[in-house]
C-alpha cells in the first residue's frame, strides 16, 4: 500500500502516526473547513439549543457551533485519538460543562436528555444508513433538526453520486417521518457536497 493510501485509509478511523496527518488535513484543509461551516450554518443551532454531532473528528464543526451563543454539544467519535484532538480544539467549553465528547458510534450517544439538533459530516457513507436514520430518530426532540453532509471521495465519484446518496437519504428519512426533508448543494472540487436536511416529525407515521 502506498504512503498516500495508506493516509487516505485513516479518515475512516484515524489512528497512530498516520492517524494524526489524517487528523490535520481534516482540521486545516480549505475544502473541509468550507464543508464544516456551510453544514452549521444550514443547521443554524441557537441559544440554548442541545447539539449532537456524531463523527465529530478533530472537533472543526463543533467549534463552529459551540461559538453560538447558549449552544451545548455532544461530540461522539469512534476513534479515540479524534476524541482527543476535538478535546484540545475545544478546551474551555469541556471545562465550562458545555461539551461532552464520547468515543464511539452514534450508538454511544447519550440519551439522557433528547438533542435539539443533530448533524453528521462524511460519516454516512460508512455506517447502515437506515439503522441510522431510525437511531437519529430517537435520539431528537419532535420537531428536531438532522442534518447529514457527505462528499463521495472514492475514485472516479461524480456529482451523479452524491445526488443518488442525498434521494437514498431523502426516502429514508421520509420513511422514518421526517418532514420538511430538503437537499442543498455546496460546490466543492472534484465533486460537490450535499447536505439532506430535515425535522423530525412530532408524531410517528402511521403504517
Do not use: Y
Not at 443533530?118 to 442534518?147: C, E, H, T, W, Y
Not at 418532514?179 to 447536505?195: F, I, K, Q, S, Y
Amino acid at each position: 500500500m502506498s504512503l498516500r493510501a495508506a493516509i487516505v485509509s485513516q479518515f475512516v478511523r484515524p489512528r497512530g502516526l498516520l492517524g494524526r496527518i489524517a487528523g490535520w488535513i481534516l482540521a486545516t484543509r480549505g475544502s473541509n473547513l468550507r464543508r464544516n461551516r456551510w453544514t452549521v450554518d444550514l443547521l443554524a443551532p441557537s441559544d440554548g439549543e442541545r447539539v449532537l454531532e456524531v463523527g465529530c473528528g478533530p472537533g472543526v464543526a463543533l467549534e463552529l457551533c459551540l461559538a453560538r451563543e447558549g449552544v451545548r454539544a455532544v461530540g461522539v467519535d469512534h476513534s479515540a485519538l479524534m476524541i482527543k484532538h476535538a478535546a484540545r480544539r475545544n478546551a474551555r467549553a469541556v471545562k465550562d460543562g458545555r461539551l461532552v465528547l464520547v468515543e464511539g458510534t452514534i450508538d454511544a450517544s447519550p440519551a439522557d436528555a433528547l438533542f435539539d439538533r443533530m448533524f453528521s459530516i462524511n460519516v454516512i457513507q460508512f455506517v447502515d444508513r437506515p439503522s441510522f436514520v431510525a437511531q437519529a430518530k430517537v435520539l431528537l426532540k419532535p420537531g428536531g433538526v438532522m442534518a447529514t453532509t457527505c462528499q463521495p471521495r472514492h475514485a472516479k465519484a461524480t456529482r451523479a453520486d452524491a445526488l443518488k446518496l442525498a434521494a437514498e437519504l431523502t426516502d429514508l428519512m421520509t420513511a422514518a417521518g421526517f418532514t420538511g426533508v430538503r437537499v442543498e448543494e455546496l460546490d466543492l472540487e472534484p465533486v460537490p457536497a450535499v447536505c439532506v436536511i430535515g425535522k423530525r416529525g412530532m408524531v410517528s407515521p402511521t403504517l
